[in-house]
T-cell receptor, first 113, second 111 residues
């Protein structure tokens, strides 16, 4: 089975812009979770989508949003970028999120200037 | 919500020695505990996991033990090799957040 893929792998944006990241889960997986990874804060949960519905949400501002399509592919969007949004954004897929094994994608490294 | 603590934050061992990383969790309902290894510039990779109906699980040089009463679980790596050098994360399920991850342990295996 192909693994989790994410595009793009690298992005450079300026403050105030918006960005859209994409994640394609492992075939058959319906749950996609998004995490932000920074050196100081570790892995922070953003949100989870399951069968096109947001099922769980972490403690991030409303500038961070996401969606999931019928083929389970997911996108996350960050509007009005801030310098502090610079991070590695990882998505993880699983058969059912929650208490099942999550498999991570390679991540998108976002740099906000 | 769930809180996961992980110790130590850094660990240096000589090649061939053993390494132990410990995590504690707060939610007594948690029942699945994965460990991930993240090498520099790469994605976190699942290396072993354990469910609450067993106390120990082994996979070659790697083992995980679980103490549900004390709410802690540990990763054991024996006969460490330079390629074991990485950051290791533990995780525990959290209601409303899927998983909460520990802050990570940077393991350095010295030749």
């Amino acid at each position: 089975k192909a693994g989790v893929t994410q595009t793009p792998r690298y992005l450079i944006k300026t403050r105030g812009q918006q960005v859209t990241l994409s994640c394609s889960p492992i075939s058959g997986h319906r749950s996609v979770s998004w995490y932000q990874q920074t050196p100081g804060q570790g892995l922070q949960f953003l949100f989870e989508y399951f069968s096109e519905t947001q099922r769980n949400k972490g403690n991030f501002p409303g500038r961070f949003s996401g969606r999931q399509f019928s083929n389970s592919r997911s996108e996350m969007n960050v509007s009005t970028l801030e310098l502090g949004d610079s991070a590695l954004y990882l998505c993880a897929s699983s058969s059912d999120g929650g208490r099942e094994t999550q498999y991570f994608g390679p991540g998108t490294r976002l740099l906000v200037l | 919500g769930e809180n996961v603590e992980q110790h130590p934050s850094t660990l240096s061992v000589q090649e061939g020695d053993s390494a132990v990383i410990k995590c504690t969790y707060s939610d007594s309902a948690s029942n699945y505990f994965p460990w991930y290894k993240q090498e520099l510039g790469k994605r976190p990779q699942l290396i072993i996991d354990i469910r609450s109906n067993v106390g120990e699980k082994k996979d070659q040089r790697i083992a995980v033990t679980l103490n549900k009463t004390a709410k802690h679980f540990s990763l054991h790596i024996t006969e460490t090799q330079p390629e074991d050098s990485a950051v290791y994360f533990c995780a525990s399920p959290s209601r409303g957040q899927n998983f909460v991850f520990g802050p990570g342990t940077r393991l350095s295996v010295l030749p």
